[in-house]
């Protein structure tokens, strides 16, 4: 739903909504939040609320104490699992200056920053997700452990499918707010579940994987389990990916995502860092399916890119992804990298070349590159790069 605010103070009223979740997320993706009452929405759509900027990552060389968030009313979204009455509300919020300006180093910012330019140039882009994840037991203190929930594989079903009715409720929850599930089945790693949601635009589509990843932990946590969205939380078993779907047309409704591809495959190993931030990112690729090579195919196994058509669509599905990046700044790269295709008209490469370039092995090596990047320091500011380098 794209509400407005007058629509959404409405809703307040006459829903008995007592609380309002304002979330925003630091330079890592990870959400966080302040709670309001009520009464003090309409300030905070006018003037926003502050927080303490130098307590959030990517926020602490800030030269303002305090920085101001706005929700969007476009993504007021009621929190199933609160109580009828006294519902709770949650909204994305953008960040803002003192001074009224959007600040630059909110990465969903600089995603809308990276639509507008898209816009522009007659681009439209549009992404979709397929996130992986485990489920594992609790403790009898109920700490998390590394206990699979379940020794299933690969789309089981029940009872050795143990996660069936979690990845059910995962689905009729996030469906509650305004996400479309698409299909979700086991993996292959005993405990591993994946589920698959429409795709949309980008901004929605980020702000739809970090609802996905809440309700993914709070119905775990609901069924005494814990989820782990890592790329490798189990060193002999499948990682995590995160693989995103991509689509563009031109402003006439030309399919121009086989440029976009080509151009996205030019700039990938400049962009792995914030696709795959972590270090046990690299310990993922190039085990099992997922990839560690620059390289495309329609044949579905191992490689960086899977590109089909299907009924006069081209689909094109990046592998190398995993859910540790912020989808704010995964997408807003994503964009601009197939902008540098489009406009360029990159030919993609020879399909499955045995002399393709290697992903970046480790985070070391995965920061050298983005630090050279001429491409990375004209789009991510100089803060977020430190941010992501600076160990």
Not at 126 to 136: D, I, P, R, T, V
Not at 219 to 248: C, E, Q, W
């Amino acid at each position: 739903m794209n509400y407005s605010i007058e629509e959404v103070l409405k809703y307040i009223e006459e829903e008995d909504v007592k609380f309002i979740r304002l979330a925003f997320r630091d330079a890592y993706g990870i959400q966080k939040n302040i709670s309001i009452m009520s009464g003090e929405v309409k300030k905070a759509f006018d003037e926003g609320a502050p927080i303490n900027a130098k307590e959030i990552a990517g926020f602490m060389d800030c030269p303002y104490a305090a920085l101001y968030l706005k929700p969007d009313p476009a993504t007021m979204a009621i929190l199933p699992w609160r109580p009828d009455t006294g519902k709770v509300l949650r909204m994305f919020c953008n960040v803002y200056t003192p001074d009224g300006d959007e600040y630059g180093l909110d990465t969903r910012n600089m995603l809308k920053a990276a639509i507008a330019k898209a816009r522009e140039a007659g681009i439209s882009f549009k992404f979709g997700s397929e996130s992986e994840f485990y489920l594992f037991a609790k403790d009898e203190n109920g700490n998390p452990t590394k206990n699979p929930y379940d020794t299933a594989g690969y789309m089981d079903i029940a009872p050795a499918d143990r996660c069936e009715n979690v990845r059910r409720e995962i689905c009729l929850t996030i469906e509650k707010m305004g996400l479309v599930p698409e299909r979700s089945h086991h993996e292959s790693g005993p405990g591993q579940n994946e589920v698959d949601f429409h795709y949309g635009k980008p901004l929605a589509a980020a702000d739809h994987m970090t609802t996905f990843k809440m309700v993914v932990d709070t119905v775990a946590d609901r069924y005494g389990l814990t989820a782990d969205f890592s790329p490798m939380p189990l060193p002999d078993k499948p990682g995590n990916g995160h693989h995103i779907n991509i689509y563009a047309v031109d402003k006439v409704g030309n399919d121009v995502v086989n440029y976009a591809a080509a151009g996205i495959l030019d700039k990938i190993r400049d962009i792995t860092l914030f696709l795959n931030p972590t270090e046990a990112s690299y310990a993922r690729l190039g085990n099992n399916s997922a990839p560690d090579r620059v390289n495309w195919s329609s044949a579905g196994k191992s490689e960086l890119m899977y590109i089909e058509s299907y009924h006069g669509r081209t689909r094109v599905e990046l592998r190398s992804p995993d859910a540790s990046g912020n989808p704010y700044l995964v997408y807003t790269l994503l964009i601009y990298a197939g902008l540098y295709g489009i406009e360029n008209k990159l030919s993609l490469p020879e399909e499955m070349n045995e002399q393709d370039l290697l992903l970046p092995s480790s985070k070391k090596e995965a920061a050298k590159l983005a630090m050279n990047s001429e491409f990375v320091r004209n789009i991510i500011p100089e803060g977020i790069i430190l941010e992501y380098t600076k160990n």
